[in-house]
C-alpha cells in the first residue's frame, strides 16, 4: 500500500513538472521579440475601442455594432485589466493572449495525459506549444485565444461531468461553455461535441448491456450543463436585444448570413494553404521536439534498425509537403489507433470535435483563426499516432538503444531542420512585426496639422492608436452624413476597406469633390491579415513584392459651402 502511494505521488508530481514544462515552453515562444507586439487587424482595433469604453466607463461607449463582432468576455476582460493596471488595451490585449495560449498549451497536456496517458500529452502540449498559427494568435488582440482555451476546458470538464456526474463537475462543465459562449457566439459548439460523443458512444456499443439507460443518464446531464451556459449566456443575450433596434434580431442574423460560404471544397482548400503558408521552421522543430519528449517519457528502448525507419518516415515527408501535411498523417494514424476504443467517451468526443470542425468550418468565411480550436484536438490526435510509431519502433531491453539517448538525437536532428529549406509555400512568420498600424497613425498626427479630428475608415486600431496620441478619432462604417454639415475642414483616413467594399466605396466617391489628398501612409500588415483579407496565395505574391494595398490615404474633407458650384451645375 505504502509503495502504490509512492508511485502515485511520484506520477503526480512527473504530470505536474510536464505542465509546468510546456507553460513555460509556450510562454517563452509566444513572448519572443516583445517589442513587435501590437494590433493592426480590424478586429483588434474593435476590441481595443470597446475595451477602452469599459476602461472609460461610464463616459464612454463600445465599439459601433460591437454585437456583431462577439459577446463580451474578452473586449471586457481587456478593459478591466487595463483599468485595474493603468495600461493601455493595445498593451494589454497581446500580453493577456500571451498567457492564455501559453495555458490553452498546458491545459491540453494535462486533459491529454488525462485521457491518453502521460507520452501523449506531453507530446500534444509541446505540439501546442510551438504551433505557428497558436503561437500568431497568441500574440495578437483577438478573441479566439480565449474562446479556445474555454472550450478546451468546457470539453474536459463536459467529457468528466457526462460520464461520472455529480452537481459540482456539471455546475464546473455549465460554467465553463458559459464562458466559452460569451467569448465567441459559436461558444455552443461545447453542446454539439457532447452530443455526438454521448450518441457516437452509445451507437458503437449499442449491443452492451444498459446502453440505452446509459445514453439516457448522459444525455440528461448534458442538457443540464447547457441550461446552466445558457443562462450564463442570457444577460448578453438581452443586451443584444436592447441595442439591436427596431429590427430586433434581423440585422444581427443577416449580417452573419453573408459570412456563410457554401463553397465547401474551395473553403476546405484555403484553410489548407493557410496552413502551408504558415509551416515555418517553428512547425518542424516542434514536432521533433514533440517525439523526443514522447520518447523520453516512454522509458523503452527503441530498435536501432526501425529507429532510422521512424526518422525517415518523419523527416522525408516533412521537407517534401511539410509538417502540416506530416501531422495529417500523424492524425490519421491517431484516429486508427483509436477506432478499437470509441465507445469510450473521451474518444467519443475527439471524434466528434474534429469532425465537427472538419464539417462546419469551410461553411463559414475562411477565416485562418477558426482553426485554432481544431488544433487542440489535431495535436491529441497526431501524438497518439507517433506514440503508435513509437511502439512499433520498440526493441528487447538487452539490445535496443536507450530512451534519453534516442530523445537527444530528436532534439539534434530537430534543430538542424530549423535550417533546412522547407516547402516554398511558407512564407509566415508567427513574430512579424505588428507595429504598423502604430507607426501609422504616428504619421498621420503629424500629416494632419491644427488638431482637427481625423475620421477613420476601416481601420480601427489605427482610430485606437489616434486615441491615444490625443488625436480625436471617430471611427465611420458607412455613414458618411456627419459630413454634410461640416462648417470647418476635417480629414478622413481612409483604408483599404474603403476601396474594397462598395457601398463604402461609394460613399468615398460622393466625397470625391471635396477631397484633398495629403498622401498615403502604409503599414506592413501581419500574416493574419494578409490570410484573412487576401487569401493564401494573394498573400505570398504580398510578401515577395509588397504594393499598395494596405496603404491608408489621408484626405483634408472641405465644407460642402467651400466647394465651388461650376454654371453647368446650377
Not at 495529417?328 to 477506432?339: A, K, T
Not at 508567427?430 to 481601420?459: C, K, M, Y
Not at 502604409?522 to 493564401?536: I, N, S, V
Request: hydrophobic share 55%; glycine share 12%.
Amino acid at each position: 500500500m505504502q509503495g502504490d502511494a509512492v508511485r502515485s505521488s511520484g506520477a503526480a508530481r512527473a504530470r505536474i513538472a510536464i505542465v509546468v514544462a510546456v507553460l513555460t515552453l509556450a510562454l517563452a515562444v509566444r513572448a519572443w521579440q516583445p517589442q513587435r507586439l501590437g494590433l493592426g487587424h480590424y478586429d483588434e482595433g474593435v476590441y481595443a475601442i470597446s475595451a477602452t469604453g469599459i476602461v472609460e466607463w461610464p463616459g464612454s461607449h463600445l465599439f459601433p455594432g460591437q454585437t456583431r463582432f462577439s459577446p463580451p468576455a474578452w473586449f471586457g476582460g481587456v478593459g478591466v485589466v487595463s483599468r485595474v493596471l493603468g495600461a493601455p488595451p493595445d498593451r494589454v490585449a497581446p500580453w493577456l493572449n500571451i498567457g492564455i495560449g501559453a495555458a490553452t498549451a498546458a491545459g491540453a497536456a494535462a486533459i491529454g495525459m488525462a485521457w491518453f496517458g502521460v507520452p501523449v500529452g506531453a507530446a500534444a502540449g509541446v505540439l501546442l506549444a510551438v504551433d505557428p498559427l497558436g503561437v500568431m494568435l497568441s500574440r495578437s488582440g483577438l478573441t479566439d485565444p480565449l474562446f479556445t482555451f474555454w472550450f478546451l476546458l468546457a470539453i474536459g470538464a463536459m467529457v468528466r461531468a457526462v460520464e461520472r456526474g455529480g452537481w459540482r463537475a456539471l455546475a464546473l462543465a455549465g460554467l465553463l461553455t458559459g464562458l466559452a459562449w460569451n467569448t465567441k457566439y459559436h461558444g455552443w459548439f461545447v453542446g454539439v461535441v457532447g452530443v455526438g460523443a454521448i450518441t457516437g458512444a452509445w451507437w458503437w456499443g449499442r449491443r452492451q448491456r444498459d446502453a440505452a439507460r446509459q445514453w439516457r443518464l448522459r444525455f440528461g446531464r448534458l442538457v443540464g450543463l447547457g441550461l446552466l451556459a445558457a443562462l450564463c449566456y442570457l444577460p448578453w443575450a438581452i443586451y443584444m436585444r436592447q441595442a439591436a433596434g427596431p429590427r430586433g434580431f434581423g440585422s444581427f442574423v443577416e449580417y452573419y448570413l453573408t459570412l456563410i460560404d457554401t463553397a465547401w471544397v474551395a473553403t476546405a482548400s484555403r484553410h489548407v494553404a493557410m496552413q502551408l503558408f504558415l509551416d515555418t521552421p517553428l512547425a518542424r522543430v516542434g514536432l521533433a521536439l514533440a517525439a523526443a519528449v514522447l520518447v523520453w517519457s516512454g522509458r523503452s528502448r527503441l530498435a536501432p534498425g526501425r529507429l532510422i525507419a521512424v526518422a525517415l518516415l518523419l523527416v522525408v515527408p516533412t521537407l517534401l509537403v511539410g509538417t502540416i501535411a506530416t501531422i495529417g498523417i500523424l492524425v490519421v494514424g491517431g484516429l486508427l489507433r483509436l477506432w478499437p476504443e470509441r465507445t469510450r467517451l473521451p474518444v467519443a468526443a475527439c471524434f466528434a470535435w474534429l469532425g465537427l470542425w472538419v464539417v462546419a468550418a469551410p461553411f463559414y468565411h475562411p477565416y485562418a483563426r477558426l482553426l485554432l480550436p481544431m488544433m487542440l484536438v489535431t495535436a491529441l490526435l497526431a501524438a497518439i499516432g507517433l506514440e503508435g510509431i513509437v511502439r512499433w519502433a520498440g526493441a528487447d531491453e538487452q539490445v535496443g538503444l536507450p530512451s534519453r539517448s534516442v530523445a537527444i538525437l530528436a532534439l539534434v536532428l530537430g534543430g538542424a531542420l530549423w535550417f533546412v529549406p522547407g516547402p516554398a509555400r511558407a512564407l509566415g512568420d508567427p513574430w512579424r512585426d505588428a507595429s504598423g498600424s502604430q507607426a501609422v497613425a504616428v504619421a498621420l498626427d503629424a500629416a494632419a496639422p491644427g488638431g482637427a479630428p481625423i475620421h477613420v475608415l476601416g481601420e480601427p486600431s489605427i482610430a485606437h492608436y489616434l486615441t491615444r496620441l490625443g488625436r480625436e478619432a471617430p471611427t465611420l462604417t458607412d455613414d458618411f452624413s456627419v459630413f454634410d454639415s461640416l462648417t470647418a475642414p476635417v480629414y478622413l483616413a481612409a483604408g483599404v476597406y474603403s476601396r474594397r467594399a462598395p457601398n463604402i466605396r461609394a460613399g468615398v466617391e460622393h466625397l470625391r469633390g471635396r477631397l484633398d489628398s495629403l498622401g498615403a501612409f502604409a503599414p506592413d500588415p501581419t500574416d493574419l491579415r494578409l490570410l484573412d483579407d487576401l487569401g493564401p496565395g494573394e498573400a505570398r505574391r504580398f510578401r515577395r513584392a509588397p504594393d499598395t494595398e494596405f496603404d491608408v490615404v489621408l484626405y483634408r474633407i472641405r465644407p460642402a459651402s467651400a466647394v465651388p458650384v461650376l454654371a453647368g451645375d446650377r
